[in-house]
């Protein structure tokens, strides 16, 4: 079934709401145009004409994924849902491949913070407990690195630790409890002197 008359901004969600379902499903952004259309109930042309091209609809997908998961950073929850939700481990999973493809499916320059929501929040909540910029910032990746590390590598460490006996989730949330003492424990940069 295909949609009719639909505005440019009516059509763009509709796509980026499609690809991002798709995505999360799999948890790979290999998906194809003609599928995201199919499941928007919208004519494939119409990827290329709203979005240029498809890497640039998944670059639309990390932004959305990353958005939700920066809300919820920010949010007024515990966060542990960042962690142990879906949406931080196909995130994980989409920065991944980017990785291995050796692209920035964000568009952006690499290391732009300003263009990645989640760094972004993280930095804010860095420098919410007294942190300078620098330091914010240098906590943030840390931050990231272990929950990405984490999440790209989750069932090799879990066997190769002897973690098997344990609950995913209560190591997930073992996990945010360490980066909640990453951040605590942030210290600014000492001088180097030269």
């Known amino acids: 079934m295909t949609r009719t008359r639909l505005t440019e901004a009516e059509g763009r969600a509709a796509l980026l709401a499609a690809a991002t379902e ?66 931080a481990g196909t995130l994980a999973r989409l920065i991944g491949h980017a990785m291995v493809a050796g692209s920035d499916l964000s568009g952006d320059a690499p290391g732009d913070v300003r263009s990645h929501p989640v760094a972004r929040a993280l930095v804010e909540r860095c420098r919410e407990q007294g942190l300078s910029e620098d330091a914010a910032r240098v906590a943030a990746a840390q931050i990231m690195a272990l929950i990405l590390g984490w999440r790209l590598n989750e069932p090799f460490l879990v066997d190769s630790c ?33």
């Open 22 to 87: 798709i995505v999360t499903e799999t948890g790979s952004p290999n998906i194809t145009v003609r599928e995201v259309a199919a499941r928007a109930g919208i004519n494939h042309g119409l990827v290329h004409r709203y979005f240029g091209t498809k890497d640039a609809l998944i670059a639309g997908v990390i932004d959305e994924i990353a958005g939700r998961v920066a809300r919820q950073l920010t949010g007024d929850g515990d966060g542990e849902s960042v962690v142990a939700g879906d949406e």
């Open 162 to 194: 002897g973690l098997g006996d344990r609950e995913v989730l209560e190591l997930r949330r073992e996990l945010y409890r360490t980066c909640v003492r990453v951040a605590a424990s942030a210290q600014e940069p000492a001088t180097v002197a030269g």
